[in-house]
């Protein structure tokens, strides 16, 4: 359950932060400068290692085990990855609003998932420990 409640808060916090980056990114308010966007990129990895903690606590650590949510946050996780890593290329084929819309929905998505799968193992803590 510990696994389960520090990937929570590390996952809204570390969403909190790289959202706002990337909007200021995409607003332009901030130049994507060397240093900064390795901040970005770094807060990111927290962010996916947090809902691959998510995953393993599901999967493995917590009553009820679901290991194909578990496999839904690791192959979330890996596209949340792939696509941050690789926006740049792929920016020259789909265009850098619709890169940054898919980049953003994405995160949006996985926020979601992971609040939603937390709670509903909370609240399930909290029946059996009632019984």
Not at 53 to 71: C, E, W, Y
């Amino acid at each position: 359950m510990k696994l389960l409640c520090v990937s929570s808060l590390t996952l809204r916090l570390t969403f909190v932060f790289a959202i706002l980056l990337g909007l200021y990114f995409w607003a332009g308010w901030i130049v994507p400068a060397e240093g900064v966007r390795e901040i970005h990129m770094l807060i990111s990895l927290f962010f996916v290692l947090s809902l691959w903690g998510i995953g393993i606590a599901t999967s493995f650590l917590l009553p009820g085990k679901n290991l194909a949510l578990g496999i839904v946050f690791f192959l979330v996780g890996g596209a949340v990855a792939v696509v941050g890593v690789n926006q740049d290329l792929w920016r020259a084929v789909v265009g850098i609003e619709a890169m940054n819309t898919i980049h953003l929905v994405l995160n949006i998505f996985s926020m979601c998932l992971g609040g939603m799968v937390v709670g509903r193992a909370l609240c399930q803590a909290k029946t059996q420990a009632a019984n």
